[in-house]
């Protein structure tokens, strides 16, 4: 109910309970002036009759008191003795009482005129009427005196005397009359001012009930209306006094209750808005960042606690009041890197203080805008001396090798293109070496890569001892490094720092209890002559740096231009391999025997060779290294397996079941994920038993990581295929490792058979190759045998078994049949 309604209601009871009393008033005025009415209405005839009886009473004796005077002395005379006669009839006066005179009698008349004027003065024109005829009745004795006429004293008298006892009577029965009427009249009075009293008094207690309810009312009323304005009064003081959880019930859907629910929305809104400024100030008090705030003249007018940290405000002093160049220190002015105070700007600075390192930071400034004026502005300062430090690291090793601290790849090239500008003014020449040591992997697989680290800053110590001061060595990459030789009068002078070089690093290196042996190849090219571009100097002497390699190792070369020959063969020679292994002629399988030293033909190593269209026969000394380069390996391994697999099972069909092939597998090839599904889905689409398969892996392969080769080779072994290690003796393989690994047989790499005869030291190693082997239950195979003495000396020595030109060279497929029907069985 709204307020203008309650209010409405409110005076509408009040108006009906006036009402009410001013009708009970009326009804009770009314029925007192009914009674009155009833009273005067039942007595007022009475009155008037009894009157119109005295008057008519008295009329009637006077006029008999006159009509009975004799009107001359004869009817005097004859009333006289009539009067005589009749005296014994009438009654006689009391003998004590002295007979009535005329004054006596007008006395009574004017006794009853007064009473009647006093109590009836309706009456008093009947009491007037009896006065005339007692005045007429006067008038007639006084006239028969006058005549001379002389009356019976007695008769008169006697007259007198009923005519007064008639008006004395008469008296009496109105002054009776008038006591009983005013008796009456006074109990109907009092009987009237009674009820009027009680009807007074009920309108009285009417009007106090109607009084006190309409104070009541009106109060209920005003408290109903007041009550919640006084709390809304109080809840305001309460929020207003920062209790943001007051809120007031509404206890109506009136005005009242719509402006306690405005209040409590407004509540709502001034609690989201205070806690919304709150978590806003927890925020910015908790930024890791710094928070500061300007005013309109540019001053600092606030910051946060990140900012007092990071200001060091304990020792330097209050950031408030302070100008932003006593604060942010700059080159230029700090105040010009803000430049428009309405956009948002940003910049770097140092912080002012003694702060070292000096604390940098980035400064982002954006203006404080209420409406359309400008207010300030904020800065967020965020410390990024660390950052700076980082980029400068990270700028450091974009440029520069973290492990030697040489320059890298990028720098060098940097350094390179600088002096070939510099090259037609000042008509010397370049040089450019190509560093690559030998065999370094094989250090890092046996000894490990902190020794390895440490034997490539050995390395770059020696380097830099041969060099100039203003020469530049850098790391290339791996164990490759580059040498610029910046203005060298002659070309042979490269060669003389190459050869320096080679020295050098043939010496032992020493590191902990390990002595090293490393060597060098080295390629060299000179600008201008060999090219003067950077990047074509580098390539002319990578080839010559290859070119060494290939020679032997251990010395360097000078680029010609007929490597690049060998280069783009090698690049044509792998696009064309690339060809060839999707083709089915082309990649061919020749088999070399392989024989127990007791006679018995054990099987067949797979060898695989390139028939090309156009070129020929390409050696696996040609095309494999470019296989390797590309990747091409592991699927050229594949297919060796299953030609090889597919001839195994041809052999176990013509009548050689006992037969077994040898596969070669590549780093690549054993580093494939699917390397155990590859082998049995190969053996088994030949249809070959696994135990006729063996595969020979290097002593690189098993020292890269033992854990999962042994795990590896576990899993072939369980499959049932054979393992081997090839060209044993030329890596690095540590023995505990060695026989970890699932072997079960051991190939002496040519290189020590071919003058196991004649070198000592062959002989040496072959022996203790064999000892070891079968100290470790390993077979041993001699590969590269090609004569009679050499397998005596290998029987003598304990040898398992021979491979070689001794017994066969590598046949192709088809001349195997031949082969093996000219053997005895």
């Known amino acids: 109910m709204k307020l203008r309604t309650q209010i409405f209601s409110g005076y509408a009871l009040l108006a009906l309970l006036v009402l009410v009393v001013g009708a009970t008033g009326y009804l009770a005025l009314r029925a007192v002036s009914r009674d009155f009415d009833t009273a005067i209405n039942r007595i007022q005839p009475i009155l008037t009759a009894l009157q119109t009886v005295r008057a008519d009473a008295t009329s009637l004796a006077f006029s008999a008191a006159v009509a009975a005077q004799p009107r001359n002395r004869e009817e005097r005379a004859a009333t006289a003795s009539t009067s005589t006669g009749q005296s014994a009839e009438a009654p006689a006066a009391p003998a004590h009482a002295a007979p009535p005179s005329i004054a006596d009698l007008m006395a009574s008349v004017d006794a009853y005129r007064t009473l009647v004027a006093k109590s009836f003065p309706n009456e008093l024109d009947e009491a007037r009427v009896i006065e005339a005829h007692a005045h007429a009745f006067a008038h007639s004795i006084e006239m028969l005196r006058i005549d001379g006429t002389t009356l019976s004293d007695k008769a008169v008298h006697a007259q007198l005397a009923r005519i007064k006892a008639a008006l004395d009577t008469l008296l009496a029965a109105v002054a009776e009359a008038t006591a009983g009427e005013q008796r009456e009249f006074h ?31 009106g109060g209920l009323l005003a408290s109903h209306i007041s009550r919640p304005i006084r709390a809304l009064r109080h809840a305001a003081l309460r929020l207003g006094s920062g209790r943001l959880d007051t809120r007031v019930a509404i206890t109506s859907s009136n005005e009242i209750g719509l402006l306690a629910h405005t209040f409590n929305h407004m509540a709502d809104d001034l609690a989201h808005s205070l806690v919304s400024r709150e978590y806003v100030e927890s925020i910015i008090e908790s930024l890791a960042e710094g928070v500061v705030v300007l005013d309109e003249a540019g001053r600092i007018e606030r910051c946060n606690p990140a900012m007092r940290r990071l200001y060091d405000e304990s020792v330097l002093g209050a950031l408030e009041g302070r100008a932003l160049r006593e604060v942010f220190v700059t080159d230029s002015d700090v105040e010009g890197l803000m430049g428009d105070p309405t956009a948002r700007q940003g910049f770097e600075c140092r912080l002012a203080g003694r702060h070292e390192p000096p604390t940098v930071v980035a400064v982002s400034v954006s203006p404080i805008m209420l409406g359309a004026s400008n207010k300030g502005r904020v800065l967020l300062v965020q410390d990024v001396t660390e950052r700076k430090r980082h980029e400068e690291r990270l700028s450091y090793l974009a440029s520069y090798d973290v492990l030697t601290g040489l320059p890298n790849r990028r720098m060098f090239l940097d350094h390179l293109r600088s002096s070939l500008v510099r090259l037609p003014w000042n008509k010397q020449h370049i040089g450019l070496l190509f560093c690559d040591l030998d065999r370094f992997k094989f250090v890092n697989d046996s000894l490990g890569h902190s020794i390895g680290d440490m034997l490539l800053q050995r390395i770059t110590e020696r ?50 209890p390990h002595e090293l042996y490393v060597t060098a190849s080295v390629g060299t090219a000179c600008a201008p002559g060999d090219g003067l571009d950077a990047d074509e100097l580098v390539k002319n002497a990578d080839l010559a740096m290859y070119a060494a390699k290939a020679a032997g190792k251990n010395h360097f070369m000078r680029y010609a231009p007929e490597m690049r020959t060998r280069t783009e063969l090698r690049l044509l020679l792998e696009h064309a391999l690339r060809s060839a292994l999707d083709a089915e002629d082309q990649l061919q399988v020749h088999y070399q025997a392989q024989q127990n030293l007791d006679g018995s033909l054990i099987g067949f190593e797979a060898l695989v060779r390139w028939q090309h269209p156009q070129l020929g026969l390409i050696s696996p000394a040609q095309f494999l290294p470019a296989a390797e380069e590309a990747g091409l390996m592991a699927a050229l391994d ?43 889905r190969a053996i088994a689409e030949a249809g070959v038993p696994p135990s006729s398969v063996e595969l020979e892996l290097t002593e690189d392969i098993v020292m890269e990581n033992v854990g999962s080769a042994v795990n590896t080779m576990d899993r072939l072994c369980a499959l049932g295929i054979h393992l081997s290690i090839d060209d044993f003796g030329t890596g690095y393989s540590s023995l505990s490792q060695l026989k970890r690994c699932p072997i079960e047989l051991l190939k002496i790499d040519r290189s020590f058979i071919t003058d196991v005869i004649h070198d000592e030291s062959d002989h040496a190693i072959t022996n203790a190759i064999i000892a070891l082997a079968h100290k470790l239950g390993i077979k041993v195979l001699a590969e590269g045998v090609e004569t009679q003495a050499q397998f005596d000396l290998l029987r003598q020595s304990g040898c398992d078994a021979i491979q070689g030109y001794l017994l066969s060279k590598p046949l192709p497929a088809d001349a195997l049949p031949a082969w093996l029907a000219a053997r005895p069985r």
Do not use: T
């Open 638 to 680: 594949e297919s060796v397996l299953r030609m090889a697999c597919a001839e195994l099972r041809r052999w176990r069909e013509s009548g050689w079941p006992q037969l077994r092939v040898a596969v070669n597998l590549s780093n690549q090839s054993f580093r494939r994920e699917d390397l155990v599904d590859m082998a049995a």
């Open 187 to 217: 109990e109907q009075q009092e009987s009237a001012e009674s009820q009027s009293m009680h009807y007074l008094y009920a309108i009285v207690a009417v009007c106090l009930v109607s009084l006190l309810a309409a104070i009541g009312g």
């Open 463 to 512: 380097i830099r001892d041969v060099l100039r001061p203003g020469d530049i060595v850098g790391r290339w990459a791996g164990d490759e490094f580059v040498v610029l030789l910046d203005e060298i009068a002659r070309p042979d002078d490269i060669d003389l720092v190459a050869a320096k070089i080679v020295e050098s690093l043939r010496q032992p290196v020493q590191i902990g």
